[in-house]
Every structure is written in C-alpha cells, then in structure tokens.
C-alpha cells in the first residue's frame, strides 16, 4: 500500500507538470499543441547535452532547458501561431500547425540527437528502502520533490505575479483583458513561452529517471491530452487534478492488477471514455468551454 | 521573341545538363535494394539501424567501384521507407518497392508488419528479409521471406542452458512490452526454460511500449525472487530503464535478453548497473570482428556521427542479397533462381575472423532454408563494452 502511494504521488506529480503547460497555451489560445511531447523531448535532450555530455552541473542544464524552449516557444508563438490565428478563424488552422510541429521537430531530434535512447549520470545515488514495504530511489525522490516544488511556484507565480494575472485574464476573457490594457499579443507570446518552458524543465527532470528518445514525443502528448481531458481543458487546477489521478490509476493498476496482463491502460482509457461520456467537459472545466 | 529564346535556352541547357549529368553520374547500373521499416517513433532505433547498416554498406560499395555482379559492376541504391510500425504503411511500402521494381527488400522489423507485406511481396515476385519470428512467415508454403538475425526460439534455449549449467541458475521471472513481437517472444521463453527444466517464478508482468519508468512494473516481479529476469523482446530504448529499476529494487540476479542492444544506450541509461547485462549481439566484439567488420563500423560511424551496436547484426543482409546474386546473377530479375541458389549458396563472412561462411540455413526451424547464417554471439555487457560470452551456430 505504502509503495502504490508512493509511486501514485511521483507519478502523479511528473505527469501533472507535463499537463500544465499543455492546458495553459490551450487556456490562453485555444490551441490543441500536439507538438508539446516534442518540447518535453527536446528539453529532456538539452540537459542530456549540457549535463550529460558537456559535464554541466544538472542545475545549470536544468536551466537551459527551460530557456532554451521558452525562446522557442516565443519563437513559435510570434511566427507561427499569431500569423495563423491573426488569418484564420477555423481552429484545425492551428492543429494542423501542431501536428506539422510535432513532425518537424521529430525530424530535428532525430537529425540532431539520432535514433538512439540516451540517459544521463544519477543526479543522486542510493535507495530508500523501508524494510521492503516502500522502496524508491532517492532520484526518484528529489525528482518528485522538485516537480511539487515546481508546480507550487507556477501556481503563486499565475496567482500573484502581475503576470500571472495578466494571463489568467487572458484566458477567462480575450476581449475583456484587452479592453482592460491587457497588451495581448504580448502575453499571449509570453504564456506561450511559460508553456514550452515548462516541457523543457520536466523534459530535463525527468530526463535524469527515465532518459529521452525521439519516440517519446508523441505517447507524450497523448498522456497529456489524457489528463487535460479528465481535469478540464484550459483549467490549470484541472491539469494537476488530471495529472494525480491519472498517476495514480497507473500505480494501482499495475500493482493490483499486473497478474492479469496489461489491462491498467485498458480500465484507464475505458474509464476515461464512460467518464467523458458522463462529464464531457472533465472535472473542473465549464461545459460552455 | 527574346523570352522564347530564353526558354529554348534554357530547355537546351537543362537536356544537355541533364544527359551530361547522367553520363559522368551513372557510370554504372544501378541495382536498387529496398528497406521497409520502423524509423519513426519509439521503435525508430530498430529500423534507423538497418537503414544506415544498408546506406554505409552501399556508399563502401560505391566508392570502391561498384559490386559486381556477372559481368556487369553495379551501383547499389538503397530505397527506403518508414512503416511506422504500422502494417498498412509496411504493405504501402512494399507496393511502392514493387512499383519502383524492386525484388530485395531488407525488413520489416516486426512481427504483424512482416506477416502483413507477405502476399504483396509472393504477388510482385519480392524476396524480403524481416527482423520478425513467427514460423510461419519462413515454413512453406510461404517462400518470399528470409529471417535477417537469430530468432529468440535459437538463441533462448542455448543461453538459458549456459546459464543453467554454468551460472546456477534455477528459476527465471519474464517481462514484456505488451506488443505481438515481445509477448511471442516470452512465450517461446516459457517454453524453452521449461523444457530445461527451470522454474517460471513470474510470466505475466506486461508494461506499455511507451513506459517510462519501470519501478511500478517490476515491483511485483522482484518478489518473485528469481535467479534470471529474462527482458523478452526489449527495445534498446526500454532495456537500460528495466535493468536500472530492477536493480534499484535490489535485484541480484542474472537479466539476459534475447534482443540485439547498445553498449552506449545501456552505459548511458544505465551506467554500471548494466554489468552482467546478456544479450545477442553480431561480430564487432574485438574477438571475432575482422577487419572489414572494423571497417564497417568506421565508416558507419564516419557517415552517421555514431555507430549503433545493432548494426553488427543488421549489416548481413544486404551482404546476403549481393553475395547470392553475385552466385547467380538471373536472380536480379527472378527470385525463383535466387531461391534455388539459396539452397546450396556458401561464401566467405567478411564480417568475421577466421573461415567463418555466409550460408542460408534454417532447415531445424522452417523445413526450408529460409534463414541467414547470422553468428548467434551471445555477449555480456561490462563497463561500456559488449564482451562475447560464447559464440553459436544456427542450422
């Protein structure tokens, strides 16, 4: 019992983070971002250059992760998404621009980084062994406590910094904001760039447990779509709660039910659909959008 | 006028370009060999390498003049295509093969993708070479399929027994994606480590292809207990997390896999905690690589920024098609004639030391010999380097 709690509450906090700044461009732009796995990816493969393969200390690769897709994310938002929501009014517009995303950047990794699973040093070494009632590294641990840490400060930084609320604002009611001074092709620019930033600082935390590959993008975004759709979509309490319980569907179904095969996904994906079914709009999202 | 003059300019320009272009270009015929095969998605590993083994082969060739063949040098062209994993893109693909009249295809690298392209390739008169196991594909009346590598059913048997005879091992626990290709695999596992005599402790452990973090999946393996944790099928993306997982949950014991890996990827992901780690490889370990093997790798490593281990496996079976062809040259039109030679067929291995041969073999395991001669080196991972356990035969 004491290791499914554990492993629900990592599991649950890694896939809360990786949420996150889905739902928040798609709060901010209504824009379905099926290339987000492929920030997470490409934030994992820059900690691995700068702190596997150059030697950085893990913060500092930490660290240009998240700059690295935050300006790639401006980057995007300026060039890519605001011309084509500026143009078109039709939103598969701006999926098709994800999907095309998601692809090129496939191509990039794969041009750049290679074909190839990379991992990078233990950023601590040992295990936590709790008379075999509850073993986790203490990798496992620290990754946990920073992504907690992490989503704790997103959340003080969306609810008190100027902004934060500029966002929120944003994303309640475009018009409105805007009437009310709210530069918004500025913060619209800005919340992007907090959403690719927060796939590159998972990507390079997790990066640490769990390594990167270039196929890990796509089971990526779909995870993330998963937990979007059960907390709400553009809701980023919705996000964490989706993230949670997801985690720890996944760490009960695996622990209960591992001696029938691999059903957990299966039970997952069915209570997913009779939940929609149910409460299309998810946990805390508003059936009118 | 002047524009129209400018446009027969130009038309005249581009002809002459284009015939003087060819002229220098082609100096030989060019011989097209096909890939069709996973190189996008969790699995691209698999296919990439193929890929590049054909592509870094087939520039050696090129530069060094061409492969003869009769009495005509060719230039060999690779042609590929992405499956995606996907049966219907591989069925695409090797329509497209045939379109392009291709009769070698190398791939594709799994199962249902194999099973899939088989009446497109019998129809169009395509011989193919997958990285796939199920007997069927390579028992008659199926005759266009030749397995590229050792199947788990030839090499589970052989490294169980050494580890059964020389290890201590008793008792084994298997985990496997929850996909045809690694669940066939742990069945034939099952099978072959009953029939030894060993004890199952644990076969039913499944995880998701696009697994993260292995410590939820193994936990309840661990409490097994068993002597050898046998990773059926593992992709070399899954397979340093596994082994770091189960080490981290304390395990002791032996992990084998009958899958090719990748020294880097498992020194990489799993650090010295991949120490012990078995798995089949091809002939680059210092042992048996010869100097073209070591040739290969340079150069493969020269045109990609960095070789793959799995390529030691994956570089025959372009070797296979040329050298067969080259001992029948009607097989550049008629697979027939190609078949027939297969049965007798025998050269040199340029890929290993001493007088090892390229032959088709597989009689044992198809009735038919449907299977190259690829080396069954079983290797141990040790600080950064695959080292070779002991080397087998396949018939």
Redo the contacts between chains.
Sequence with gaps: ME?ILA?GI??GAQYAMIALGLTLIFALMNVLNFAHGQMYVLGGFVTYTFY?QLGWPFVIALLASCITLAVLGALIERFLFAPVIRRSNREESTMLLAAGLAFLF?ALI?LIF?????????IING?F?WD?RL???YD?ILICVLAILSIVTFILFMQYSKTGRALRALAQDRTAAQLMGVNVARYSMIGFALGAMLAGLVGGL?VT???V????G???SIKAFMMVMIGGAGVISGAIAGGIILGFM??IG??VL?????I??LLIFVSLMVFLAIRPQGLMGKPWG | MKRRNLMKSSVALAMAASVFGSVVWAENPVLKVGFVGV???????WG??NQRSMEARAAWINEAGGYKIGDTTYDIEIVSFDDQKDPKRAIAGMEKMAQEGIHYVVGPNVDDGAAAVRPVAEAQGIMYFPYAFPKELYSAPASNAVLGMVANYQSGPAIYKYLKDEKGVKSVAFVAA?ESDPLSQRDGGVEAAKALGLEVVSD?????V?T??F???L??VMRTQPDLLVLSGVS???A??LIRSAR???FQGIISTETAQ?A??LR????DLANGFISVGGASTPEIASDDMKEFVTRYTDM???Y?DESNTKVYALEYILATLNANPAGIDDVKAFQTTMDTFEAPNPFMKGDAVMRYVGTTSFGQKRQIAVPLVVNVYQDGAFETLFVAEVD
């Design positions: 290791q492993n990592y599991l596997g496939d794969l290679g074909e190839k699973q990379r991992g990078v040093p233990k295990v062994n075999f073993i986790m590294p496992r997790l447990i769990t390594g590959n270039l196929g890990m796509g089971p990526t996944e760490a695996l622990a591992s001696q029938y095969g691999d957990t996904y | 190189t996008s998605g969790p699995a691209a590993a990439i390498s929850n039913n452990v499944t995880y998701q696009d993260t973090d410590t939820p999946v936990t309840p070399p993306a899954n340093p997390q981290e949950l304390g990748d880097t990827v990489e992901g799993a650090g990609f920024g960095e793959n």
